[in-house]
């Protein structure tokens, strides 16, 4: 998708591109390129994080979920990145607290739901956010963050909510009070397009078998604080064992695939929805 090249220019990755792009095998004149195993590895639901000393504006998230998925908004914003709508850009007024405002936490570089073309943000995340200030009655204003920082920034009351494609998990509920589930979301394994590793496999044990049999020499790129390192890594909460390779952790899924294509990691581990924008894009510009 052409949307993404801005991001991966703005995340100042022409450099990398170029140096990158220059040997090795792939599916493109001899230039490496990328592929998603089409296999969900994880079954997730994502939600939004609201301001714990706010339980009027949960209320109300809740009942706008529940209008958006049940007239078909939700499913119209869906279609413009799933099927052959147009992104809606959506912008963001200044922070002003003398004003009646929504302020929204988010990471804008998590294609489809939430990324920047110029001064616009645009995503699933984004024009919901949109839509909800609006069933608010307030000025939307919008917090561009480290992923990591998301959730703290509302709960320190920062911000008011959190719109960046988020995971429940228990160690959030600390920070926020989540929403009703909007999506659910899986990770997928992104890997280099001459590797037929996975090629056999056909489900997540099977993929899950080969990576058991890595050790430590093998790197896997995951974007910092999701799921993705969590699933690599172990985690109780989810039941994840992890594995015995070296997790990378980047600042996004992007800088992590152009890293694999750049021969210093084997595989990436992201959001299905982030994977497959994200390697359309890589590969359209190698």
């Known amino acids: 998708m052409k949307k993404l090249i801005a991001i991966l220019l703005a995340a100042g990755m022409t450099t990398a591109m170029l140096a990158g792009c220059g040997s090795g095998e792939g599916g493109n004149g001899g230039k490496k390129t990328a592929k998603v195993i089409d296999i969900a590895l994880t079954d997730e639901e994502y939600a939004f994080g609201v301001d714990k000393a706010q339980p009027e504006l949960l209320e109300s998230v809740n009942a706008f979920i529940d209008e958006i998925t049940g007239n078909g908004e939700f499913d119209e914003i869906c279609n413009h990145y799933f099927g052959d709508g147009t992104p809606v850009a959506v912008s963001s007024a200044e922070l002003d607290p003398s004003k009646d405002q929504l302020v929204v936490a988010t990471n804008a570089a998590f294609e489809p739901f939430e990324y920047m073309e110029g001064e616009n943000y645009y995503g699933i995340d984004m024009e919901i956010a949109a839509k909800l200030a609006e069933y608010l009655d307030k000025e939307l204003v919008i917090q561009?963050?480290?992923?990591?920082?998301?959730?703290?920034?509302?709960?320190?009351?920062?911000?008011?909510?959190?719109?960046?494609?988020?995971?429940?998990?228990?160690?959030?509920?600390?920070?926020?009070?989540?929403?009703?589930?909007?999506?659910?979301?899986?990770?997928?394994?992104?890997?280099?397009?001459?590797?037929?590793?996975?090629?056999?496999?056909?489900?997540?044990?099977?993929?899950?078998?080969?990576?058991?049999?890595?050790?430590?020499?093998?790197?896997?790129?995951?974007?910092?604080?999701?799921?993705?390192?969590?699933?690599?890594e172990g985690d109780a909460e989810f039941g994840f064992d992890g594995f015995a390779v070296e997790t990378k952790g980047y600042k996004n899924g992007s800088l992590a695939v152009q890293d694999m294509l750049n021969g210093n990691i084997n595989y990436v581990i992201i959001d299905s929805a982030p994977a497959k924008c994200i390697t359309e894009a890589i590969n359209k510009v190698q």
């Open 144 to 232: 561009n963050m480290e992923f990591d920082a998301v959730c703290l920034s509302v709960g320190q009351q920062k911000c008011d909510i959190a719109m960046a494609g988020l995971t429940v998990r228990e160690d959030r509920k600390e920070q926020v009070d989540f929403s009703k589930s909007y999506y659910n979301a899986s990770q997928q394994l992104v890997v280099l397009s001459d590797n037929t590793e996975f090629d056999s496999c056909s489900d997540a044990a099977a993929v899950e078998a080969i990576l058991k049999e890595k050790d430590s020499s093998t790197k896997v790129g995951v974007q910092t604080g999701t799921t993705g390192q969590f699933y690599s």
